[in-house]
């Protein structure tokens, strides 16, 4: 995303307040548009519905759109990580005539793989009215295509389209959703597949306007799912492992099942989805400032090498991009340690203006903590992927979602007390781990692009 984020800085180093802020929001959107949108949507319309329609409606709306959109997530997620690499392939040569026909293949590839899926779920597992399902159905695929969309996001030049696609579709899923509330779960999730279909369509009609070429090879991308199988793997389980400490306690002695198939722990689920917006202001400032410096430092140390600079140089733009790196998780620490202090310290007070049960707030605090060093082990992957660690950061993700499997186990067996631990303890040892086997690989980073990275060296 560093390409957008340079657009942002300049917004940003605009004499006015309001530039920064603009820049702010901007950054946020791409940074975390998609779900950003769901979560505030989902929340805003079950507000909203309260009064017009049934409890039991609102619950199955917001079950299905939450199956929707994590389900989504980690399904799409290798096609998605896939096109980001051929993409960005295909823009460091220079030629982007092929935005178009990746756009409209990936998309394709996600509805041809992901529908059966969904049909079949709502289609035979779920008990819900047959027009509920069916869009159902229409939401998954939507949301599974935003997910695509929104790898194009990071290299188009007009970030004001990207915020108001995001703004008028979010919107327009309020309006429509209040509108059809009568119609009960029916209602709702139309209202709100409406906007995210029209968020999908404003974002597609923007990338043909930033790519205006003929639709050319729109499966050629499929060939790097076999150069790049490790990519896919991580993306996968990356995805699965933000949510399989939610899976895991769905099976809790407290979780409720609707629709015959919808399981799920609202308590814990809505504390967790809480605490994960404690780090959007993190994933703003990674985009806006951290990206975009590291970038710099690291294209500065690789112009050295491609020159043929001495070691005395190498070593001076190694010890830069080593200080930026430092300085970018001092800014993350600082930044994100000071939300979650404030959260932390806020909760009673937050739960309590949203009407949530203060049950839920060890939960939250624990959903807090681990969003920190969740959004720092982030940092540290895409470190990684610069330069191209990626079985490195393979293991680190499977570790991750392990830990989070199997501590998210051990507290649903110890009891209630110690719910939100599991997450919190994955993201700590996961991190520092990977934080730890960062710094080596920076200190020796001449062997590391030497030899390590090296395709004349390595084997795939």
Not at 180 to 195: E, H, I, K, R, Y
Not at 287 to 302: G, P, Q
Not at 340 to 357: D, K, N, T
Request: proline share 3%; charged share 15%; glycine share 8%.
């Amino acid at each position: 995303m560093a390409g957008i984020g340079f657009s942002l800085r300049e917004l940003a180093r605009s004499d006015d307040v309001m530039g920064s802020l603009r820049a702010f929001m901007h950054a946020t959107l791409v940074a975390s548009g998609p779900w950003l949108v769901t979560i505030l949507a989902l929340g805003a319309l079950s507000v909203v519905a309260e009064d017009a329609a049934r409890n039991a409606d609102v619950s199955l709306f917001r079950l299905i759109v939450i199956y929707n959109f994590g389900f989504s997530l980690v399904c799409a997620g290798p096609i998605s990580i896939v096109v980001t690499r051929y993409l960005a392939d295909r823009i460091y040569l220079r030629d982007a005539s092929e935005g178009p026909g990746m756009l409209l293949g990936s998309t394709a590839l996600m509805l041809a793989t992901q529908a059966p899926i969904a049909i079949t779920f709502y289609g035979f597992f779920v008990d819900a009215p047959f027009a509920v399902r069916l869009v159902a159905v229409a939401g998954y695929l939507l949301t599974g295509a935003l997910w695509v969309a929104a790898v194009f996001l990071s290299t188009l030049k007009d970030f004001r389209t990207i915020t108001w696609s995001f703004f008028l579709g979010m919107a327009a899923g309020l309006v429509l959703g209040a509108a059809l509330s009568d119609m009960g779960a029916f209602g709702l999730l139309s209202g709100f597949t409406g906007g995210i279909a029209i968020v999908l369509f404003a974002l597609i009609a923007r990338i043909f306007a930033e790519y205006p070429y003929p639709v050319l090879r729109p499966f050629a991308f499929v060939a790097y799912f076999r150069r790049y199988w490790d990519l896919a793997a991580m993306s996968f389980c990356y995805n699965a492992a933000i949510w399989i400490d939610k899976w895991i306690m769905w099976l809790s002695p407290q979780r409720q099942i609707e629709a015959g198939a919808l399981v799920s722990y609202p308590e814990y689920d809505s504390a967790m989805f809480l605490a994960y917006l404690t780090i959007l202001p993190a994933m703003a400032m990674f985009v806006l400032i951290v990206e975009t410096s590291f970038f710099e430092k690291y294209l500065a140390f690789f112009r050295e090498v491609q020159k043929h600079g001495t070691f005395a140089r190498l070593r001076a733009a190694q010890i830069e991009l080593m200080d930026t790196v430092g300085e970018g998780f001092r800014v993350l620490v600082v930044l994100q340690g000071a939300i979650s202090y404030l959260a932390i310290l806020l909760a009673p007070a937050i739960f309590e203006s949203l009407g949530l049960g203060f049950g839920q707030i060890a939960m939250f605090r624990f959903g807090v903590l681990g969003a920190l060093f969740h959004a720092l082990l982030l940092f540290v992957l895409i470190v990684f992927s610069y330069f191209d660690l990626r079985r490195l950061a393979l293991k680190i993700v499977v570790l991750f979602l392990v830990l989070n499997a199997a501590f998210s186990a051990g507290t649903l067996w110890a009891g209630f007390s110690w719910y939100g631990y599991g997450y919190f303890l994955s993201a700590v040892t996961a991190f520092f781990l990977a934080y730890v086997i960062m710094l080596r690989k920076m200190a020796s980073l001449p062997y590391l692009v030497f030899v390590e990275i090296n395709p004349s060296v390595r084997r795939d």
